[in-house]
């Protein structure tokens, strides 16, 4: 079953930290490059951060380089987002996606056309 399962979620005060994971039970991972996107009230979903199957690739938003990281473990079948110096505007729900790519490499923005699995999402508000 090709299910994706967000976590880690929650409410934090603006220049805290989250770590949100994606567990990908159904899929044979390193095949798939995986993808994480948000989406805040009234606004389009948009990409955050994308890796490359074998995680030899990676891209950012503008908005959160130098403060998001990602990061994937094929076996353990989980991709994760670290989010550090968090900001008010960086609230939304966030969503982890796959698309089939065994050999792609990640450069420039993550497009949500390109993914065609996703996750439920799971609620980020940062706010004090």
């Known amino acids: 079953q090709t299910q994706l399962v967000e976590s880690g979620g929650g409410l934090v005060q603006p220049g805290g930290s989250l770590r949100l994971s994606c567990a990908a039970p159904?899929?044979?991972?390193?095949?798939?490059?995986i993808g994480w996107f948000r989406q805040a009230p009234g606004k389009e979903r948009e990409g955050v951060s994308c890796i490359s199957n074998s995680g030899g690739s990676t891209a950012y938003a503008d908005s959160v380089k130098g403060r998001f990281t990602i990061s994937r473990d094929n076996g353990k079948k989980m991709v994760y987002l670290q989010m550090n110096s968090l900001k008010p505007e960086d609230t939304g729900v966030y969503y982890c996606?796959?698309?089939?790519?065994?050999?792609?490499?990640?450069?420039?923005?993550?497009?949500?056309?390109?993914?065609?699995?996703w996750g439920q999402g799971t609620q980020v508000t940062v706010s004090s």
């Open positions: 159904g899929f044979t991972l390193n095949y798939y490059a």
């Open positions: 996606a796959a698309r089939f790519a065994p050999s792609a490499i990640i450069t420039g923005t993550c497009r949500t056309s390109e993914y065609a699995y």
